[in-house]
């Protein structure tokens, strides 16, 4: 009883000590030409923080971004915990440094609302369900703030309010997004089958030099790849580019000449025109040789 008790005081205390930011300004929706971004402006009295969340396509994955020289990590620390409060418990993830403007930046990459629950030891593993707009936004109900802890010098909570308003108004970006790419986002909600990427590699395996390898953490520098009901492509784009123009190109003339698909089907078992995302890597030879 003792121990548990301490970890309750231990728990609060944590809390107490938190930096608490709260909205300046209301949110506002920044509709990318190949991404959707929430973004609030949250003060403590003397320090602002810009706070961000971010899709470059619909589903349950998000990207957190901190603008603001109050978020302040220890030297050393290679993991930066998160919660969505009041109810979760902390995660952690590598974040992302860089600066803008001379402030310090802070992303969060690979981050979903509602954590992904692991099967239980010995069971069978089962891919996630589909993604459900309706039931994030009814857990995004839920959720009143973020806190940061882990890593940080000391801790942070961003007093957002309920967030089903908010990531109601990034899935319809993220629709229009889609739509833009020329694809029909309901239609795309509703494949009973994804396109699938065959006939890998693509990429040469020089394609990517070894120094680069630890730029495309965290999601980064993402392949889209738009693709005809034919399983052909006929456009590559690169999301969250990290790497080089030059190596992004050749990334893309490879995957135009290369690429095929056995393309979507819609619920009627039909081809349709879609889009395949991923990371380069997928694209090019296994370490140590052979096929994927």
Same mark, same amino acid.
């Given at each position: @009883?003792?121990?548990?008790?301490?970890? $309750?005081?231990?728990? #609060?205390?944590? +809390?107490?000590? %938190?930096?608490?930011?709260? !909205?300046?300004?209301?949110?506002?929706?920044?509709?990318?030409?190949?991404?959707?971004?929430?973004?609030?402006?949250?003060?403590?009295?003397?320090?602002?923080?810009?706070?961000?969340?971010?899709?470059?396509?619909?589903?349950?994955?998000?990207?957190?971004?901190?603008?603001?020289?109050?978020?302040?990590?220890?030297?050393?620390?290679?993991?930066?915990?998160?919660?969505?409060?009041?109810?979760?418990?902390?995660?952690?993830?590598?974040?992302?440094?860089?600066?803008?403007?001379?402030?310090?930046? @802070?992303?969060?990459?690979?981050?979903? $609302?509602?954590?992904? #629950?692991?099967? +239980?030891?010995? %069971?069978?593993?089962?891919? !996630?369900?589909?993604?459900?707009?309706?039931?994030?936004?009814?857990?995004?109900?839920?959720?009143?703030?973020?806190?940061?802890?882990?890593?940080?010098?000391?801790?942070?909570?961003?007093?957002?309010?309920?967030?089903?308003?908010?990531?109601?108004?990034?899935?319809?970006?993220?629709?229009?997004?889609?739509?833009?790419?020329?694809?029909?986002?309901?239609?795309?909600?509703?494949?009973?089958?994804?396109?699938?990427?065959?006939?890998?590699?693509?990429?040469?395996?020089?394609?990517?030099?070894?120094?680069?390898?630890?730029?495309?953490?965290?999601?980064?520098?993402?392949?889209?790849?738009?693709?005809?009901?034919?399983?052909? !492509?006929?456009?590559?784009?690169?999301?969250?580019?990290?790497?080089?123009?030059?190596?992004?190109?050749?990334?893309?003339?490879?995957?135009?000449?290369?690429?095929?698909?056995?393309?979507?089907?819609?619920?009627?078992?039909?081809?349709?025109?879609?889009?395949?995302?991923?990371?380069?890597?997928?694209?090019?030879?296994?370490?140590?040789?052979?096929?994927?």
């Amino acid at each position: @009883m003792a121990v548990v008790a301490g970890l $309750l005081v231990s728990t #609060a205390a944590q +809390a107490q000590d %938190a930096n608490v930011f709260r !909205p300046s300004g209301p949110w506002a929706l920044d509709y990318g030409d190949d991404y959707c971004r929430l973004g609030r402006v949250f003060t403590d009295g003397s320090n602002e923080v810009e706070v961000g969340i971010e899709r470059i396509r619909p589903g349950e994955q998000v990207r957190i971004w901190l603008v603001g020289d109050a978020v302040r990590t220890f030297r050393g620390a290679t993991e930066t915990g998160y919660t969505f409060l009041p109810s979760q418990s902390e995660r952690t993830v590598q974040p992302i440094r860089s600066s803008r403007a001379g402030l310090q930046v @802070m992303s969060l990459p690979e981050v979903t $609302l509602k954590p992904f #629950a692991p099967p +239980a030891p010995g %069971a069978r593993f089962t891919p !996630p369900p589909p993604y459900d707009p309706a039931a994030e936004q009814a857990f995004a109900k839920g959720i009143t703030a973020i806190g940061l802890g882990k890593g940080l010098t000391r801790p942070l909570r961003f007093e957002t309010g309920a967030l089903d308003a908010p990531i109601a108004a990034l899935q319809a970006c993220t629709d229009d997004l889609v739509k833009s790419w020329g694809v029909d986002p309901d239609k795309n909600k509703s494949l009973s089958v994804p396109a699938i990427p065959q006939g890998q590699p693509w990429l040469a395996a020089n394609t990517i030099g070894f120094a680069d390898f630890a730029k495309m953490a965290g999601n980064a520098n993402q392949v889209r790849v738009m693709i005809n009901a034919e399983g052909k !492509p006929t456009s590559c784009h690169i999301a969250w580019a990290t790497l080089g123009d030059e190596v992004n190109g050749g990334i893309c003339k490879s995957v135009m000449e290369k690429a095929s698909f056995i393309p979507a089907k819609d619920s009627g078992g039909q081809a349709v025109a879609s889009y395949w995302m991923g990371s380069p890597m997928f694209l090019m030879p296994p370490m140590g040789g052979g096929r994927r």
